[in-house]
């Protein structure tokens, strides 16, 4: 059974991590089903870098680990120049 003081800054992390962590796969989620729709490239590079913002932002909270980010960012990008070569 973890101590009450270890219990408190859980919660007092988890709250503040939450809605970071939240953010940045949503604005994964979104930036990834408009490329894999193919609308157009305004939109695409517009969600990517919000995306990317995201990501570096929560990495830069320490929310996720900064190698974490980089992956995905990494799969990001791979995915735009997959999507680009099969055109």
Known sequence: M???KSLRKNQR???YN???VSTAKT???SAQLSIENDSDNNVNSTKISEAIKALDKAAQKGVIHKNN???KKS???K???NKK???
């Open 2 to 4: 973890p101590s009450k």
């Open 13 to 15: 992390n988890t709250s």
């Open 18 to 20: 939450r809605p970071i």
């Open 27 to 29: 604005l994964l989620k």
């Open 69 to 71: 980010a980089a992956r």
């Open 75 to 77: 799969r990001l990008f």
């Open 79 to 81: 995915l735009v120049s």
């Open 85 to 87: 070569l099969s055109k």
